[in-house]
C-alpha cells in the first residue's frame, strides 16, 4: 500500500493503518530497534510503541517521508529503552561505545532552551551531512542512526575496519568543528 494511502488510514482514524503500517514498515524498524537493543522482546515493544507513537502523532502531523518518521520515533524509543535498562548497569555495549564516540561533538543536554538548540543542532547537522561525501555520509549513517558496528559497516561497504575507524574519527572531528562554527555551544 502507498505510503500516502496508510497516512490516509491515521487520519481517518482506521486501526487498518497499523495493520498496514506493521505489513509495509514492521521489519525495518524491528531491524533498528534490534540493532540497538539486542532484545527481541524489547524490540518488539519499542516497534509497538511506535505504532502508537505514530497513532497519537497523525493527525496532526502528516509526514512527508512515512518510512524516516517511523524509523526515527523507533530508533527514539530504543534509545530510551536501552537507556532505561542500562541506567544502573554501564556495561562495554556498542551503544554506550557510540554514544561516548559523539559525546565530544554534539552539546550537552539540560539547559532551558534544550529543544530550541535540539532543533538547530539537528539542522546543522544535516547541513554538515548534505556537503559530505556520499561514502562519509553513509558511514556516520549507518553507525549514528542505525547503530552497525565498525565491523559490519566495514563489510557492507567492502573495506577495511580500520579505514570505517579513521574516517569516523576524522567525521567526527569535522562535525566537532562544523556545530562549533555554527555557534552551537558543545
Known sequence: MEDNRIIDLYWARREEAILETDRKYGSYC???????????????ECVNDTWLRAWDTMPPKRPDFLAAFLGKITRNLSISRYRMNHARKRGSGEMDLLLMELEECLPSPGSVEEEIESRETAKAIDRFLYDMEEESRNFFIRRYFYVDSVKEIAERFGVSESKVKSQLFRIRNRLKSHLEKEGIVL
Open 30 to 44: 524491528r531491524s533498528i530497534s534490534l540493532h540497538i537493543l539486542k532484545n527481541r522482546e524489547d524490540s518488539e
